[in-house]
């Protein structure tokens, strides 16, 4: 395994203020969040999934509403029918049962999303975003049929052999302190991704911990900068393999 399962640091954070723009719909019977670019297209998609806090996380709301400021159409989908984490749980919560329990559909509903995006909304290029959990699926996707072109941060429950299979340009974001994507299971991915005919980039800030990227403390000048960097980091990949 290239990231190792989530732990407790998967479920710490920050709530981070603003007001979501976007509105909850359904696709079959998934809520998904839907944020569109000011102009209503939807050539160029971006599917965010998510961490263990589900569409409803503010946090990813905002985001999403970020990216299609930048001119993508993008949507969130519910990996886990509501069956989310608190923020900053006790030590003893566990987030293994929700992992477990959202594992065995969470690969149906990123395809039929995708589906529903290339079909009837017309998406021509799209792009994938996993942050935590929902970075093993964006990597399962980069393939023919998927994904055209893919960013995560701070990813966990990664197989090797995923990794080993994508077909499509890859962005990681990864921070210096973070037991589920540790300094090994870095290297490891850099081995695996040198050894491909794909475009990759993996990018590591400083002083800043797994998670930072979705709910980091923006208060602390640091974090604040390394998750807007983050943020900037997809963004111009994503206008430089996905954009039409």
Sequence with gaps: MVSNPPGRCCAVGIKHEGEAHGEIKKIGDVRTYFAYPENKATQNAIIILTDV???DFINVQLVADQFAANG???VIPDLFNGDVA??????DFDIMGIVKRAAPNADAIA???IKHLRGELGVKRLGGVGYCFGAKYVVRWLKEGGFDVGYLAHPSFVDKEELEAIKRPLSIAAAETDHVFPASKRHESEEILQ???VPYQINLFSDVAHGFAMRGDLSKKPVKFAKEQAFLQAVVWFDEYLKQ
Excluded: D
Aim: no cysteine.
């Design 53 to 55: 806090f589900g569409v």
């Design 72 to 74: 993508y159409f993008t």
């Design 86 to 91: 608190p923020l900053n749980p006790p030590a």
């Design 111 to 113: 395809e039929a999303t």
């Design 195 to 197: 050894k491909l005919s």
